[in-house]
């Protein structure tokens, strides 16, 4: 059936357009919601004349639900559940769960706007995706633990883990350019560098090539230089890391 858009939705189009859906979905869903109208001349006209009125109250749709995502994004969602030793819930965290999560402080969500593959079921930390509106969505994360202390542990480890990940691709972009093949490849481009200018047939005035070579070497002792300074930044977030899980085993013994 070919249907005219009163409302945005998600892969199937904006307001306006006219779209075929399944016979069924149309009949007991969007035209009796109304959502849609048939795409007959008469509805057509019909549309043309509510078309501005529609457009005005989607976009302060919009403007709600970015509010909305902006007040929630940076917000952690904690559940508490059983579970066994080996961390399986006892039960566990669905789409409809999160949306009564939601209901109770005053959010209306639906549990089929909550983007969540599968059930959770077990201890951890998950991200998830909210959609607001066809044009507005988020991502939050879901802590799941067995106390509230529990779930600041899981909040602490995951942070140092992040933490260590970041010094680790540091350390390894640091390694490739300042191994002797890294700093060699830099010097043999300095060294052609002045040779292509040497050789430049355009080129009117002399070429000093002592003060050419100097000007790479200096190039070069810079380019070790901010190596170094890199690499002092990088032992201080080793540094970080160590207080950081220093602080977490001194927050594990006081609990």
Not at 164 to 177: M, T
Not at 185 to 199: H, R
Request: glycine letters at 4%; aromatic letters at 6%; charged letters at 40%.
């Amino acid at each position: 059936m070919e249907i005219i858009l009163l409302e945005s939705f998600d892969r199937l189009g904006k307001i306006g357009d006219v779209v075929k859906v399944k016979d069924g979905f149309a009949r007991n869903f969007l035209l009796p919601k109304k959502k849609a109208l048939r795409a007959n001349k008469t509805n057509k006209e019909y549309f043309e004349k509510i078309k501005k009125s529609l457009e005005e109250k989607n976009s302060a749709l919009i403007k709600d639900a970015s509010k909305l995502s902006s007040d929630l994004k940076d917000k952690e969602i904690i559940f508490i559940r059983q579970a066994s030793d080996t961390g399986q819930l006892y039960g566990s965290v669905s789409p409809k769960d999160i949306s009564m999560y939601f209901k109770d402080k005053k959010i209306d969500i639906s549990p089929s706007n909550i983007n969540l593959p599968y059930a959770i079921k077990k201890l951890g930390i998950f991200s998830v995706k909210i959609k607001l509106h066809a044009d507005v969505s988020f991502t939050t994360t879901i802590n799941v633990a067995i106390s509230e202390e529990n779930a600041e542990e899981q909040k602490k480890e995951l942070e140092t883990k992040e933490l260590k990940n970041k010094v680790f691709k540091k350390e390894k972009s640091l390694d490739s350019e300042s191994s002797p093949e890294g700093l060699d490849s830099l010097k043999n481009n300095e060294e052609k560098s002045v040779e292509e200018e040497k050789s430049n047939p355009l080129q009117n005035k002399k070429i000093d090539s002592k003060g050419e070579s100097d000007q790479a070497s200096k190039t070069l002792e810079q380019k070790i230089k901010k190596e170094n300074i890199t690499k002092d930044k990088s032992k201080n977030s080793e540094s970080e890391i160590k207080n950081l899980e220093s602080k977490t085993k001194s927050t594990d013994t006081e609990n």
